[in-house]
């Protein structure tokens, strides 16, 4: 006769068990889709392939691909016209690379310095004033914030407390406060300038889920002291930035195209609100990155530049609830109550074997306290929640013969992989959608340091989703 504590480790067994032989079974079924593609390096899905490309480089957003994937992507399965669709836009980076071949693109963003870039972005693309360009000359060589009258204080955030050298802080305020008297076009590039060198003159470092602190900002962060090297000034970093914007401007030719004065729309909202107002069959393609499953929190991450576009702690959490579920700190969404047309996408989700496994397992973990934070099933749930009705969404508004192109990360907790491009696939195939391939990176992605003491090493897929909605759909 079973003990209760036999039962817990023959139910446990059984699920882990089932969990394999589920994702085997989806593995076996999406295998042929599934090359290698050994064009996709991880630079080219990164934002390190935009590095050297004019006005792209102007902001560094690690959690981008670049315009080189885009052409790829198009180039490989003959995208050639039609209105073009990033739901999770980041930067522009799918909307102005899909815009230089000619293509009207969209872009629904809610992160505000995100849009923040892609409002510089169409500004520099439909061309910046010779009168902007010599105003902004001479705020270089007269640095106008040395003598300005400071009448603006940064936000201060609890994560960004203590985040500059007083002196910096000082010139940041005084340049931000000078700013404001000057013409639309001078102020936004100058703006969009300071959000471009926050990082370097701070004592911190984006890295992952959090804003890595120096060492000598007197704030600790994690058991070894981190040295960031040199901490630029704030007359140095805005020079040098206000430099290789205007230099970019001045030389750089977009390439001849037939179509020079197509738009770029931004929806500055989340997708789950933004996607069911689209109408049916509009879009030729769709192009995006969600975040990925792996508690990025895209508000911390990005925190020095929405307190100075002025985020105060309340617009934080609010930001942080209305994004995508991929934090731990996500709480559950009423998704009905966003659009009751919605019953299909959960029923979906409901019903997927798979993705009911994994979070049974992760309940179990989380009950008998053994997840190292009790978050993360709620996560896992509402990421694949909501994703089911991003792509339910995507597959509606999106044209017969039109392909919807993805970018994500596998990822893995508390031992349990989980295979986010076959159940996301899965997802898109009961939609009505033709998973024509699985692009797999030849360079996987490991499983955090955490979970390798405990767990090993995994190579996790890192994946490029090809998703076709054909004629007869």
């Keep these: 006769?079973?003990?209760?504590?036999?039962?817990?480790?023959?139910?446990?067994?059984?699920?882990?068990?089932?969990?394999?032989?589920?994702?085997?079974?989806?593995?076996?079924?999406?295998?042929?889709?599934?090359?290698?593609?050994?064009?996709?390096?991880?630079?080219?899905?990164s934002f390190q392939a935009n590095k050297q490309l004019p006005v792209y480089r102007w902001y560094k957003?690690?959690?981008?691909?670049?315009?080189?994937?885009?052409?790829?992507?198009?180039?490989?399965?003959?995208?050639?016209?039609?209105?073009?669709?990033?739901?999770?836009?980041?930067?522009?980076?799918?909307?102005?690379?899909?815009?230089?071949?000619?293509?009207?693109?969209?872009?629904?963003?809610?992160?505000?310095?995100?849009?923040?870039?892609?409002?510089?972005?169409?500004?520099?693309?439909n061309g910046i004033k010779d009168e902007t360009v010599k105003r902004i000359k001479r705020w270089i060589t007269g640095k106008y914030w040395k003598t300005?009258?400071?009448?603006?204080?940064?936000?201060?955030?609890?994560?960004?407390?203590?985040?500059?050298?007083?002196?910096?802080?000082?010139?940041?305020?005084?340049?931000?406060?000078?700013?404001?008297?000057e013409p639309p076009q001078v102020r936004q590039i100058l703006l969009f300038a300071a959000l471009c060198i926050l990082e370097p003159i701070s004592f911190t470092r984006k890295d992952g889920q959090y804003l890595r602190w120096d060492y000598r900002s007197g704030r600790t962060w994690g058991k070894k002291r981190f040295d960031k090297g040199e901490i630029l000034s704030f007359d140095r970093a805005i020079t040098d930035k206000l430099n290789e914007i205007l230099f970019d401007i001045e030389n750089y030719k977009r390439e001849s195209r037939k179509h020079k004065n197509k738009e770029v729309f931004l929806y500055e909202s989340s997708c789950l609100n933004q996607l069911p107002k689209f109408k049916n069959n509009f879009f030729a393609s769709i192009m995006t990155s969600p975040p990925y499953c792996n508690r990025y929190d895209?508000?911390?991450?990005?925190?020095?530049?929405?307190?100075?576009?002025?985020?105060?702690?309340?617009?934080?959490?609010?930001?942080?609830q209305t994004m995508l579920s991929s934090t731990v700190e996500n709480k559950e969404k009423?998704?009905?109550?966003?659009?009751?047309?919605w019953t299909i996408p959960i029923s979906i989700a409901n019903e997927h074997e798979l993705l009911q496994a994994i979070l049974e397992r992760l309940k179990y973990l989380k009950d008998n306290g053994k997840l190292n934070n009790n978050g993360i099933f709620r996560m896992v749930r509402g990421?694949?929640?909501?994703?089911?009705?991003?792509?339910?969404?995507?597959?509606?508004?999106?044209?017969?013969?039109?392909?919807?192109?993805?970018?994500?990360?596998?990822?893995?907790?508390?031992?349990?992989?989980?295979?986010?491009?076959?159940?996301?696939?899965?997802?898109?195939?009961?939609f009505g959608f033709d998973v024509e391939n699985i692009l797999v990176l030849p360079q996987g992605k490991g499983n955090?340091?955490?979970?390798?003491?405990?767990h090993g090493r995994e190579?996790?897929?890192?994946?490029?989703?090809?998703?076709?909605?054909?004629?007869?759909?």
């Design 1 to 45: 006769m079973l003990t209760t504590i036999d039962k817990h480790v023959k139910n446990n067994v059984e699920n882990i068990d089932k969990i394999e032989a589920l994702t085997t079974e989806l593995c076996n079924r999406f295998g042929n889709v599934m090359p290698h593609d050994v064009n996709l390096s991880r630079q080219i899905v």
């Design 383 to 430: 990421y694949f929640y909501e994703m089911s009705c991003v792509i339910y969404e995507c597959f509606r508004i999106l044209k017969k013969g039109g392909y919807f192109f993805m970018v994500n990360d596998n990822v893995k907790y508390a031992g349990i992989s989980i295979p986010v491009d076959l159940i996301l696939s899965d997802f898109a195939s009961s």
């Design 448 to 454: 955090s340091s955490q979970q390798m003491g405990q």
């Design 459 to 473: 190579v996790l897929r890192k994946c490029v989703y090809v998703w076709h909605k054909g004629v007869k759909s």
């Design 61 to 125: 957003y690690k959690e981008g691909f670049s315009a080189n994937l885009i052409h790829y992507l198009f180039n490989k399965y003959d995208v050639i016209e039609g209105d073009v669709l990033d739901p999770f836009a980041g930067i522009g980076t799918a909307l102005f690379a899909s815009n230089e071949r000619g293509a009207v693109s969209h872009g629904i963003e809610l992160l505000p310095i995100g849009q923040e870039v892609m409002r510089t972005r169409k500004l520099v693309e």
């Design 298 to 320: 895209y508000t911390r991450t990005y925190a020095l530049e929405l307190a100075v576009l002025g985020i105060d702690e309340s617009g934080l959490k609010s930001l942080r």
């Design 334 to 341: 009423d998704l009905l109550a966003i659009n009751p047309a």
């Design 148 to 181: 300005a009258k400071k009448d603006k204080d940064i936000i201060e955030l609890n994560i960004t407390r203590g985040a500059y050298p007083e002196e910096t802080k000082k010139d940041i305020e005084s340049y931000l406060s000078r700013i404001d008297a």
